[in-house]
């Protein structure tokens, strides 16, 4: 079971307005009469906001705002498509909750039990960025790997400022270290499935001494969760409905694999050699001495 979330508002909820003409400035008088309610429930949506750390004092003047923003993140997580949102402060993994709540992004200050690709964990202290949504539109289960693409060329052009590159085939690198991961799951009908896709970005979450020379954050640029969260959801906006041949195109551009020596790990089986190019789908091609392998996924390693 999971903690009920600690917001979860729909997308059309008139709170979300009420948010809006508080940054405005707006006196609760004022509000309840542009929105044509009560002054108690400004009030209380007011108290609700407290006590998710936003400062407001008497005057409803906001005097800080958290990041994670939730009331920011909700306006956002219109441009991903979805009906809900739901925040948590902490929850095992926002993909479990996205499983379960349809058309919904969800989105946790930390996880419990956040996890990775390959059944592995995902490092998920506070300061970094953890959210998971329904991809807008139902996909067959053999069309799956466009979504994985598609979201790994959404976080490195999220990041694009930053020096982001694409590892295959959708691990994203600030100067050759992770600085986000993607989990894309897929659940019900093979011909007609939802997908799950959960991000992790790495903002200014401290990372575990071990990890320290494999993976990095955004620290150095001093940018808050709040804005790379919406800063994805303009970008996934912007070129989720581009054509297929586009989307693969702006990947390869950003995709730092091509040329490289490189380990592929594909189950039990290991293959080197010299990543060509992708093809049309985006499998890797892999010299591997006198032999071409294709390969349609698994982990891939730097020599
Ligand atoms: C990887 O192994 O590279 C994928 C990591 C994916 C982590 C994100 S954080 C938000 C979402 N919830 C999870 O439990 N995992 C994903």
């Not at 979805?82 to 929850?91: D, G």
């Not at 998920?124 to 289960?141: D, H, I, N, T, W």
């Not at 590159?165 to 894309?184: A, F, T, Y």
């Not at 969760?225 to 970008?235: E, G, K, L, R, W």
Request: aromatic letters at 8%; charged letters at 30%.
């Amino acid at each position: 079971m999971h903690m009920s979330a600690d917001l979860a508002i729909s997308l059309n909820d008139k709170r979300l307005k009420i948010y809006e003409l508080l940054k405005k400035g707006y006196s609760g008088e004022k509000i309840a009469k542009t929105l044509g309610i009560s002054r108690s429930a400004v009030w209380k949506f007011v108290e609700k906001l407290r006590s998710l750390g936003y400062e407001i004092d008497r005057n409803y003047n906001i005097l800080s705002i958290p990041d994670p923003s939730p009331l920011d993140a909700a306006l956002c997580s219109k441009k991903l498509g979805v009906e809900r949102f739901l925040y948590f402060e902490e929850v095992d993994s926002t993909n479990n909750v996205a499983k379960k709540e349809e058309r919904s992004c969800v989105l946790a200050k930390r996880q419990s039990a956040g996890r990775g690709r390959l059944g592995r964990k995902w490092e998920s202290e506070e300061g970094g960025l953890y959210f998971s949504f329904e991809f807008p539109r139902k996909v067959p289960a053999v069309k799956a790997h466009r979504v994985t693409i598609l979201i790994g060329l959404v976080v490195a052009k999220t990041l694009e400022n930053f020096k982001a590159k694409i590892k295959w085939p959708n691990d994203v690198l600030i100067e050759g270290k992770k600085v986000s991961g993607i989990l894309c799951e897929l659940v019900g009908e093979e011909l007609s499935s939802r997908v799950i896709v959960g991000v992790g970005i790495n903002v200014k979450n401290e990372l575990p001494e071990e990890l320290k020379d494999k993976a990095t954050t955004l620290k150095t640029y001093n940018v808050s969760v709040t804005d790379v969260f919406c800063s994805f959801a303009n970008t996934f906006s912007e070129i989720v409905n581009l054509e297929w041949n586009r989307i693969l195109e702006e990947w390869k551009r950003m995709l730092d694999t091509i040329g490289k020596e490189v380990e592929v790990r594909v189950g039990g089986e290991i293959y080197r050699g010299v990543a060509l190019d992708v093809d049309d789908e985006g499998a890797l091609i892999l010299k591997c001495g006198d032999k071409i392998e294709r390969i349609f996924s698994g982990e891939c390693f730097y020599m």
